[in-house]
């Protein structure tokens, strides 16, 4: 198994920066793909940033120019820059990793507990 624990959400005024950081650890045997998904009241899970093994990354419109994703594959973990914060952007932001345990096994999707992240106008 392979557990994710993110760090760093907290209430911040618009205009504001946090920075966010997601560890993985357990049974690892290599991670691909790994991202932040955020989840506001009463709305979907959406997609925020991605970032490849190899550093590509792709990031949701409203967020474009704002944040930005990066990842350390020796650490296994994956962070989250955020700037110019919106009172659109409260949500809680949830991690995630695409990991295999071991050189066998499929890839899945591993999901942290997520953590909230707050901004007031």
């Known amino acids: 198994q392979v557990q994710l624990v993110e760090s760093g959400g907290g209430l911040v005024q618009a205009g504001g920066s946090l920075g966010l950081s997601c560890a993985a650890s357990g049974s690892i045997f290599r991670i691909n793909t790994m991202g932040w998904y955020r989840q506001a009241p009463g709305q979907q899970r959406e997609l925020v940033a991605q970032?490849?093994?190899?550093?590509?990354?792709n990031y949701q419109d409203s967020v474009k120019g704002r944040f930005t994703i990066s990842r350390d594959n020796v650490k296994n973990m994956v962070y989250l820059q955020m700037n110019s914060l919106k009172p659109e952007d409260t949500a809680v932001y949830y991690c995630?990793?695409?990991?295999?345990?071991?050189?066998?096994?499929?890839?899945?999707?591993?999901w942290g507990q997520g953590t909230q992240v707050t901004v007031s106008s």
């Open positions: 995630s990793a695409d990991a295999a345990t071991n050189y066998r096994d499929s890839y899945r999707a591993y």
């Open positions: 970032i490849t093994r190899g550093a590509v990354t």
